[in-house]
């Protein structure tokens, strides 16, 4: 399995602030995913983070709201910025494991609310 | 469009009790289903079943996947306060894709 931990692991924000969430993984992965958890919901696929390329957006989702960095295979980046309080959710990024498809760990998560 | 249907929603039961959660999906080219256990935050793994009629089995908690009828049940016995949590039944996006599309989740309440 692989080893997953985000920073910080709960945030509360201003709105129209920018909050970097931080994703690092104790192995190299082929696949990082971005998921939102909104409160009473289940997870929603944000993005694909592409190492050395843009990421992969999901409908709904946009790069101007939710930049994402992927500049090496252990590590990403998720950006929600000009936070309103309808983007208070947990945040999660996973990672699937070379040689382990379909695999998919989740780290444990940011808790972000936006006042 | 992939979809992946949890039931029940939520279930509160007594410690000691056998309880059976359900997963029913719809997907273009199977290739697995995969049990979280989500308490906190984050989704643990619990199984990644990939073929009919092969029961995974880790402690008291067991999976099976019927790819005829197209779903897959998580049975838990003997249940802990400690098995209180929400069930996450999940499956790779079709068309090759790593995605993975989430059921609702069951929230399991286990009662003293």
């Known amino acids: 399995s692989a080893v997953i931990s985000q920073k910080p692991s709960r945030d509360i924000c201003q709105r129209g602030t920018s909050l970097t969430i931080q994703c690092q993984v104790d192995s190299q992965v082929t696949m990082m995913f971005w998921y939102r958890q909104q409160p009473g919901q289940s997870l929603t696929l944000i993005a694909t983070a592409n190492q050395g390329s843009e990421a992969t957006y999901e409908s709904g989702f946009v790069i101007d709201k939710f930049p994402i960095s992927r500049p090496n295979l252990t590590f990403s980046t998720l950006t929600v910025s000009n936070m309103s309080p309808e983007d208070s959710s947990i945040y999660l990024c996973?990672?699937?494991?070379?040689?382990?498809?379909?695999?998919?760990?989740f780290g444990p998560g940011t808790r972000l609310l936006v006042l | 469009e992939d979809k992946v249907v949890q039931s029940p929603l939520s279930l509160v039961v007594h410690e000691g009790d056998t309880v059976t959660l359900n997963c029913s999906y719809e997907?273009?080219?199977?290739?697995?289903l995969l049990w979280y256990k989500q308490e906190k935050k984050a989704p643990t793994f619990l199984f990644m079943l990939t073929s009919s009629g092969i029961e995974k089995k880790s402690g008291r908690l067991s999976s099976i996947l019927d790819k005829k009828e197209l779903f897959s049940i998580l049975n838990i016995t003997a249940t802990q306060t400690g098995d209180s949590a929400i069930y996450l039944c999940?499956?790779?996006?079709?068309?090759?894709?790593?995605?993975?599309?989430f059921g609702k989740g069951t929230k399991l309440t286990v009662n003293p």
């Open positions: 996973s990672a699937e494991k070379q040689g382990l498809q379909e695999t998919q760990y």
């Open positions: 999940a499956l790779p996006k079709g068309g090759g894709s790593e995605k993975l599309v």
């Open positions: 997907v273009t080219n199977f290739r697995s």
